[in-house]
């Protein structure tokens, strides 16, 4: 008898596992709170690494709709100081290692390669109940309930399906992210485009920084860094979006700019993007019938790896559940027990890496991690 699999979360990892699992022949139901696939914007650009992102997009059988949709030129980086002064240019190798992606359109391929009703739209789930025997109940906004053998979540940081198996919560990490965006910069925003470049840039300072990233047709996607207590966030009023730009602005009085630029002349609403963490060993004991993935099951500051690791998940159980059939435990067994060794060692990282970019010592801690002129750290 093939289990069926219900999946908490239309996310990256969730529809890898959607189409991992159909390629395999196993029935997958999705549901997904937003009410369709354009519901929201998806967020920016994603670079996709040869070692988790590629080979769990080979795995789903969308290699070369993954090579369609590249932002070729977008692996360049460069770092600069708080007066525009360039600190390191790295081009474009042209070679791929970490070809960048628009987070929506690699989404897009995903649900493209489902087939039609896998993906149930407008299905928030409000609470998940264990039945027994290892299946599971959840119950939706509507009050709706449906079974499952078994259960899935991988729906991110909040999510209802993990206090079936931890009762950890996330907590806030002492830093957020403001997302700002100029459009048809080249044209409008020259100063800006310049100081970006091709692809992406940082500059830092201990505390606070700007990152930004070249889009497609001449978008500047911005993310302002800070690290300022929750409270210090919670007092702007963000729905009043000229005052909440005003306030963030302040905070880089002094800067060069073309760097102000990038929040002064935003063009789109200032949105708030408070950092949370699970912590660095998150992991549970086995519980029957049900698992995490991705942000749900290892939520960790962002490095470069949150996506990878979800869709990486994602191949990994489906591969699992088709090598283990008529045994789930045993899949979910192997399943987790490798998950808690990568995601554990990536979050210790991704820490590290906050810490390079907004610590003491920033931005020269950063670069000495990238060029690795400093004895004992990881290029």
């Known amino acids: 008898m093939t289990t069926s699999v219900t999946i908490v979360g239309a996310g990256l990892g969730g529809l890898t596992l959607a189409r991992v699992l159909g390629l395999h022949g196993i029935p997958v139901t999705v549901y997904e709170a937003d009410p369709s696939a354009q519901a929201r914007t998806q967020g920016g650009q994603l670079d996709i690494h040869e070692h988790n992102g590629q080979r769990a997009l080979e795995a789903a059988g969308l290699g070369s709709e993954f090579r369609s949709i590249i932002h070729?030129?977008?692996?360049?980086?460069?770092?600069?100081?708080?007066?525009?002064?360039?600190?390191?240019?790295?081009?474009?190798?042209?070679?791929g290692h970490r070809p960048e992606?628009?987070?929506?359109?690699?989404?897009?391929?995903?649900?493209?390669?489902?087939?039609?009703?896998?993906?149930?739209?407008?299905?928030?789930?409000?609470?998940?109940?264990?039945?027994?025997?290892?299946?599971?109940?959840?119950?939706?906004?509507d009050g709706a309930t449906v079974t499952t053998d078994l259960l899935v979540g991988a729906d991110g940081a909040?999510?209802?399906?993990?206090?079936?198996?931890?009762?950890?919560?996330?907590?806030?990490?002492?830093?957020?992210?403001?997302?700002?965006?100029?459009?048809?910069?080249?044209?409008?925003?020259?100063?800006?485009a310049a100081a970006v470049g091709s692809g992406a840039m940082s500059a830092l300072t201990p505390g606070k920084g700007i990152a930004a990233h070249r889009e497609a047709n001449g978008v500047l996607h911005t993310y302002v860094e800070l690290s300022r207590p929750a409270e210090w966030f919670t007092a702007i009023d963000f729905a009043d979006a000229a005052a909440a730009t005003a306030?963030?602005?302040?905070?880089?009085?002094?800067?060069?700019?073309?760097?102000?630029?990038?929040?002064?002349?935003?063009?789109a609403p200032p949105t708030l993007r408070m950092i949370h963490t699970l912590p660095n060993e998150h992991r549970w004991d086995r519980v029957r019938g049900v698992t995490l993935l991705g942000d749900a099951a290892h939520l960790m500051p962002p490095s470069g790896e949150g996506a990878n690791l979800a869709m990486f998940d994602g191949a990994e159980l489906g591969s699992a559940i088709a090598a283990h059939p008529g045994d789930i435990e045993a899949a979910l067994d192997a399943f987790e027990e490798a998950m808690f060794a990568r995601s554990a060692s990536e979050a210790a990282d991704a820490h590290v890496i906050l810490d390079l970019c907004l610590g003491d010592r920033a931005p020269f801690g950063l670069?000495?991690?990238?060029?690795?002129?400093?004895?004992?750290?990881r290029a």
């Open 72 to 95: 070729h030129g977008g692996e360049a980086s460069r770092i600069l100081d708080q007066h525009g002064t360039v600190l390191l240019d790295e081009p474009d190798d042209g070679v």
């Open 101 to 141: 992606v628009l987070r929506g359109d690699l989404r897009r391929i995903l649900i493209d390669s489902l087939p039609d009703g896998t993906i149930r739209w407008g299905r928030k789930v409000t609470s998940a109940a264990s039945l027994g025997a290892g299946r599971h109940a959840l119950t939706f906004a």
């Open 158 to 192: 909040w999510s209802k399906i993990r206090p079936l198996l931890s009762d950890a919560k996330p907590r806030y990490v002492g830093t957020s992210f403001v997302e700002t965006y100029l459009y048809d910069a080249d044209e409008r925003h020259p100063a800006a």
């Open 247 to 267: 306030r963030i602005a302040a905070e880089f009085d002094g800067w060069a700019t073309e760097l102000r630029a990038l929040i002064t002349d935003g063009e």
């Open 367 to 377: 670069i000495e991690f990238l060029t690795g002129t400093r004895e004992g750290e």
